[in-house]
């Protein structure tokens, strides 16, 4: 159920893109304890110029690999998401090469009357999910 949002720098080759989220959601299921099947995620890839992320005083150099990803799920413990935060830098420096430091996730929270699966219908409210 978490949907992601990959922001990324254009450049990267379709197989590496494949290999990112592919990487993402192995971590999400394993951190917020989620069905593999539940899998809904959106890249967007942008020209350097339309991304401005700094380190917020941090010391950072990012670079070209930058990638910036959006979570919005249903509420998670500050432990599901500690735990998320490491598995996906870990994975993503070890499988495809992205420093930790060129990794930054946002997570906003919602709650099940906020999701709508399709058929005009509000899934985990009716019971159906």
């Given at each position: 159920m978490p949907l992601l949002r990959f922001d990324l720098i254009k450049g990267r080759k379709p197989e590496e893109i494949k290999k990112l989220v592919d990487t993402a959601h192995e971590a999400m299921v394993e951190a917020f304890e989620v069905p593999s099947s539940?899998?809904?995620q959106i890249v967007h890839q942008h020209e350097p110029y339309e991304?401005?992320?700094q380190d917020t005083g941090l010391g950072f150099t990012r670079t070209k690999s930058f990638v910036?990803?959006?979570i919005v799920s249903k509420k998670r413990t500050s432990e599901q998401k500690q735990r998320l935060?490491?598995?996906t830098a870990e994975r993503l420096?070890?499988?495809c090469g992205i420093t930790s430091t060129d990794l930054m996730i946002s997570i906003t929270e919602?709650?099940?009357d906020d999701w709508s699966f399709g058929l005009g219908e509000?899934?985990?409210l009716t019971g159906k999910l």
């Amino acid at each position: 159920m978490p949907l992601l949002r990959f922001d990324l720098i254009k450049g990267r080759k379709p197989e590496e893109i494949k290999k990112l989220v592919d990487t993402a959601h192995e971590a999400m299921v394993e951190a917020f304890e989620v069905p593999s099947s539940d899998r809904y995620q959106i890249v967007h890839q942008h020209e350097p110029y339309e991304m401005i992320i700094q380190d917020t005083g941090l010391g950072f150099t990012r670079t070209k690999s930058f990638v910036l990803l959006s979570i919005v799920s249903k509420k998670r413990t500050s432990e599901q998401k500690q735990r998320l935060y490491a598995l996906t830098a870990e994975r993503l420096d070890l499988i495809c090469g992205i420093t930790s430091t060129d990794l930054m996730i946002s997570i906003t929270e919602n709650d099940n009357d906020d999701w709508s699966f399709g058929l005009g219908e509000a899934q985990f409210l009716t019971g159906k999910l």
